[in-house]
DNA sequence: AGAATTTACTGAACCGGATAAGTTGTGGAG
DNA sequence: CTCCACAACTTATCCGGTTCAGTAAATTCT
């Protein structure tokens, strides 16, 4: 089927290609009834521009990149992403961006990814996840001079934007609200130890058991997986000190450490007090339901969404902090027995 | 940062465009040497070729669309399409093909999606997923003349490809199997009521019962979230006549029935056994584990991704079967008390 | 009324590749 | 030694938009 042109309007409105290109983009140099009538003419015709050949004469590809840099088998059931492209989605349809996806193994791998898709002039901009400490990925994107905007901070990451959390402050809350239940022996198992904002966790997390004068503050380090997080769990659990609560830097991990709690015959939460980091519909599916630190991923995608359509626009865009955690009581956290 | 075009290279090897775009892509028209060294300069200075330039003269945008139909909340959560995704990906980065995705919130809306991909040339083909009963989609996209593939059936599509698994076979050895070990009363909770593949299930699903003799085969209608798995979990049993066994159309309202189960006091598998479609690592997670019908989605995505291809190159595709579900019988399942 | 400005267009160049058609230079056949 | 075929290029055109430089007519200004 033959897709209507620019030059099939001109010639049925009787104009040139110059005229239909200014009326259906609103700019001046056409009257507004010739306008009118070139619109109605596309309508009819199911006229939609060929996006090749705008980005080809200099305007943008209306397209934004983002990687998932997980296996397969996490990408799967960690239902962060999926949030974030939702949110990340209704912003780029209203605006009608386009968002292009791609599955990498490491982060040499994405940014090939970044380079292909820039010099292919595929994308306007990219989402970039799990920043790292000295994250070879910053430093290729200012060369490339790609605009971007970076999840997973505060990081240094030059001049380019950040959309982040406030890890520090949900994790002392956090703690606190345990400690305030009664619990002295809280430990922790953490996500991808070399993730930014993994660090600020275990970080704040030493922090505020210091102050509060807990002896210690373990953090199991692991990687977001079930059988990782079940394992971790099993290792808390098994010493001689045992921690009464458990705090898990997602829901897939605290999920599974439920379920070694309750095959090793302890009760959650008489025994065992759970905590999940990110609440997800998985968290109010177990029983019992998991205490959890909520925030809107979706509403979280949708600002680093705007942050980047800015930073395509040219505007100066700054750090942000947005969607900050906030603690959902619910039946996997007690005072300890 | 200006990025290098053809031209760049030509300069730099002294030779015309035109060689350098018959060097670069394989074709005939170049010496050996001059091939070799014009590849050379195109890696020396990180040369891409521009997408749109690329699309805009006749070639493809080496690009294919999927639509997310389902709301936020069930998305982030469904491991399905995350699997999916993984599998598709797999198939096309091996081949640069990139991957656009959109949410959308009706087959309408995904109908207009379509349509404005398509005009604008974005993408080479689309990915249809949860085929209904006299699909709106399939006239449009034959309209259109728009290369697809469907996953979710088998069901009319007429000349449209059709990636498809064995859902019937599935259901019947399922049901069989918790007849063997001892189940008459066993209960369904099915997914959206109007995607064929759910009426499919149904439909195995009733007949095997009345094959094997059970008086009733009820299904559930549900949605695939866990809230409305959880529900129709408990209204099957407050009945009279319990089941003693439930088959969930996806993993997620078999963790929720789970739950169900374990608030309701009642032990799994002694009092209820639980059978999930589709494994996802959420099944090994809870406790107990769930005996699940696997097959492995992203090899299912994968296929549907090298179909598409196919059709993409002209090649004639027929229907094929690929990843049937078998069963994995873990701790959800046992003979009745 | 005549000049200056504005409006509403047209025509053509341009973006960066692919490709058909034309132009050399070389070697082999006759 | 000439003619022809073929390899190895070059040149020019096209894809479908955007945009700039013109241009004729209408409007405003003095």
Sequence with gaps: MKRPTIADIARRAGVSKGAVSYALNGQPGVSEATRQRIVAIAQEIGFNPNSAARALSGASARAVGLTLARPARILSIEPFFMGLISGFEAELAARSYALTLQVVATPEQEIEVYRRWWGERRIDGVIVTDLRENDVRIPVLQ????????????????????????????????????????????????????????????????EVCTALGLNEAVTMPSDYTGEEGGRATRRLLIGADRPTAVIYDNDVMAVAGLAVAQEMGLAVPGDLSIVAWDDSPLCSLVHPPLTALSRDIAEYGAHAARELLAAIDGKQVSNVEAGTAHLTPRGSTAPPR
Excluded: C, M, N
């Design 143 to 206: 060369q490339l001079q790609l605009p971007a905007v970076v999840i997973g901070g505060p990081g240094d990451t030059g001049k380019i934007a950040q959309v982040w959390s406030d890890d520090a402050g949900a994790i002392t809350e956090t703690v606190r609200y345990l400690v305030a239940l009664g619990h002295r022996r809280i430990a922790r198992v953490g996500g991808l130890p070399d993730l930014l904002h993994t660090q600020t966790r275990t970080r704040a997390f030493e």
